[in-house]
């Protein structure tokens, strides 16, 4: 039996751009059971993710809750001097799978507070 399946296809078709990528399966196994999460409503200041059922990083879910098309959400890291490093930013109604290579897992939003819905599992 599979512990986490992430599902994933890509196509692209803008003016003469396109690309494909089939829609692949792949099954992940995962030594821990430790989940952690919620829906967070996250400022324009970079603010921690609370992530204390998850000892282990695996795989992240984030979907951006926010209505509107222009209020997204930059998932980051801090660095030296709390300088917050944005990886991956998720506009309203996106869902983004991520495998993390730690669980200090910030985010930020561009105007205002928007709901974060997140889910990081162990690995």
């Known amino acids: 039996m599979a512990d ?24 992940v196994s995962m030594s821990g059971t430790g989940k952690s999460g919620g829906v967070l409503s996250i400022p324009v200041a970079a603010t921690g993710l609370g992530v204390t059922e998850t000892f282990t990083p695996g795989w992240a879910m984030f979907v951006n809750l926010a209505s509107g098309s ?20 998720v506009y309203p109604g996106e869902p983004t799978a ?4 730690t669980l200090d897992i910030w985010a930020l939003s561009l ?7 997140y889910t990081i599992f162990e690995r």
Do not use: M
């Open 111 to 117: 105007s205002g507070a928007a709901p974060l819905d």
């Open 70 to 89: 222009t209020n997204y959400i930059d998932i980051g890291v801090t660095g030296a001097a709390s300088l917050f490093i944005p990886f991956a930013r």
């Open 98 to 101: 991520i495998p993390l290579s």
């Open 4 to 27: 986490l399946t992430l599902t994933l296809g890509l196509t692209v078709n803008k003016s003469g751009l396109k690309y494909q990528y089939a829609q692949e399966q792949i099954t």
